[in-house]
């Protein structure tokens, strides 16, 4: 054996990688994002988590930065909050509700449906904007797909995005009716089958219908009547006074008029 120091005896070793562990542990939460008003201005920065794949609410624009009308209404909290707005890419399965609740961002803004169960472990704005979900069919609607629904539709796909609203809605009105739920990670994989004709339809909320026919004119339609309205509402984390912030903002919006000019700039069809 090697002169040297003595070895450390077990219990010393143990609570030497107690120590590491609470260390790392520290230095997790202090990574944490906020969850307050005063630790978001405190940093300067406040942590969007967006899911950039539902135009023309978020979606990466040509010079591949995120954009859309739910990133301007982010952008405009940042700015009454008096921080820069970051921007984190996360698929909709992961951000809601981990992301959030986690702490991994401060504040999650992509066409998310506030419903009674969401708000059991996430804090809500105020409704921003009022949508509806509704069949997405091939362009001619050939499976003769629609709502109300009919006994011809019994045993056919019905595609859904994980975690939305849609699947929610598909479980409780579609499923007991016969129908076949396939379940897409991806939304565009959702609308890649119903291109190809793998599925007869795929839900979806309804300013995506009229933005895929502005993108991709002849390709895709709307198919009978909505099948459940919806508001949407930005996140956080539960009992945050973001949230309380985020509400001012909204009623600045509407009364200056900057709320309908981003309306007519994202949504409203020309």
């Given at each position: 054996?090697?002169?040297?120091?003595?070895?450390?005896?077990?219990?010393?070793?143990?609570?030497?990688?107690?120590?590491?562990?609470?260390?790392?542990?520290?230095?997790?939460?202090?990574?944490?994002?906020?969850?307050?008003?005063?630790?978001?201005?405190?940093?300067?920065?406040?942590?969007?988590?967006?899911?950039?794949?539902?135009?023309?609410?978020?979606?990466?624009?040509?010079?591949?930065?995120?954009?859309?009308?739910?990133?301007?209404?982010?952008?405009?909290?940042?700015?009454?909050?008096?921080?820069?707005?970051?921007?984190?890419?996360?698929?909709?399965?992961?951000?809601?509700?981990q992301s959030v609740t986690s702490g991994?961002?401060?504040?999650?803004?992509?066409?998310?449906?506030?419903?009674?169960?969401?708000?059991?472990?996430?804090?809500?704005?105020?409704?921003?904007?009022?949508?509806?979900?509704?069949?997405?069919?091939?362009?001619?609607?050939?499976?003769?797909?629609?709502?109300?629904?009919?006994?011809?539709?019994?045993?056919?796909?019905?595609?859904?995005?994980?975690n939305t609203t849609g699947q929610y809605v598909?479980?409780?009105?579609?499923?007991?009716?016969?129908?076949?739920?396939?379940?897409?990670?991806?939304?565009?994989?959702?609308?890649?089958?119903?291109?190809?004709?793998?599925?007869?339809?795929?839900?979806?909320?309804?300013?995506?219908?009229?933005?895929?026919?502005?993108?991709?004119?002849?390709?895709?339609?709307?198919?009978?009547?909505?099948?459940?309205?919806?508001?949407?509402?930005?996140?956080?984390?539960?009992?945050?006074?973001?949230?309380?912030?985020?509400?001012?903002?909204?009623?600045?919006?509407?009364?200056?008029?900057?709320?309908?000019?981003?309306?007519?700039?994202?949504?409203?069809?020309?």
């Amino acid at each position: 054996m090697t002169a040297g120091r003595p070895r450390p005896s077990p219990r010393c070793a143990t609570l030497s990688r107690m120590k590491r562990f609470l260390a790392l542990l520290l230095t997790l939460c202090a990574v944490a994002q906020a969850t307050t008003v005063a630790e978001v201005k405190k940093k300067g920065v406040l942590v969007l988590g967006t899911d950039p794949t539902f135009t023309p609410f978020e979606f990466k624009g040509a010079d591949g930065q995120i954009q859309g009308f739910d990133i301007d209404i982010a952008r405009a909290v940042a700015k009454d909050l008096g921080v820069k707005l970051e921007i984190r890419a996360v698929g909709f399965g992961a951000l809601m509700p981990q992301s959030v609740t986690s702490g991994r961002v401060d504040m999650a803004v992509s066409g998310i449906t506030i419903t009674a169960e969401r708000a059991k472990i996430v804090s809500f704005s105020a409704p921003y904007y009022r949508s509806a979900q509704v069949f997405i069919v091939k362009q001619g609607n050939p499976s003769r797909f629609g709502w109300p629904w009919n006994s011809a539709m019994k045993g056919k796909t019905i595609g859904v995005q994980a975690n939305t609203t849609g699947q929610y809605v598909a479980n409780d009105l579609l499923k007991p009716r016969g129908a076949v739920i396939k379940v897409y990670d991806d939304f565009a994989a959702g609308l890649a089958d119903v291109r190809a004709g793998r599925i007869a339809a795929l839900i979806g909320d309804a300013p995506t219908v009229a933005d895929l026919q502005k993108r991709l004119p002849g390709q895709f339609q709307q198919a009978g009547s909505a099948l459940a309205a919806e508001d949407y509402g930005m996140v956080f984390k539960k009992n945050s006074d973001l949230a309380a912030a985020a509400n001012k903002t909204l009623a600045r919006l509407r009364s200056s008029g900057e709320y309908q000019a981003l309306l007519n700039k994202w949504i409203v069809q020309k």
